[in-house]
């Protein structure tokens, strides 16, 4: 089973990279116009896929580095640079803006009852972030305990997730502007430290 400080770091990096309380005013977006109930059903529909997405890479992400011959050391140095470049977006607000010009494009070009698929489920929650990091986490729990563990810990966050988007509206309203701005820049420093750590891990993988 793994231990309590490798579950608690994997849920921090998993909980950080998807971001539930910076989904709600894009979700808001997303669904404008829709009843209460089918905001919900797209909410629910959306976590189920991208749970779907985070758990297939969990359980067959090594074996997909493997077979393209990629070690694991360079996929968490790899992964670490790319959460790291979430992390500097989300200190300087850039990742919000990215995301919501990705939403005003789905907005455009997909029928209503595909919100739930693309954008919601990918990229939005499942996204390269997200994915990199459920992989990177797969590395650091061996067996079958640790898999099951790591697929618990998805749950967890796509709850959260779900609970974000369910009370999207309140929750907006809540945070403001500046509550968004304040919380998604502390969890950008704390993702920062997090990604750092992953390239030293791999660093030392690559070497040893």
Known sequence: MASADVLMSAFTTLLVTVDPPGLAPLFLGLTQGM?????????????LIAFGILALFALLGAGILSALGISMGAFRIAGGLMLFAIAFEMIFERRQERKEKTTDIAITKDHIHNLAVFPLAIPLIAGPGAISATVLIAGRLDGIAGKVSLLGVIAVVLALVLAALTIAEPLNRFLGVTGRALLTRLLGVLLAALSVQFVVDGVKSAFS
């Open 35 to 47: 009843t209460s109930n089918q905001r919900r059903q797209v909410a629910v529909r959306g976590s």
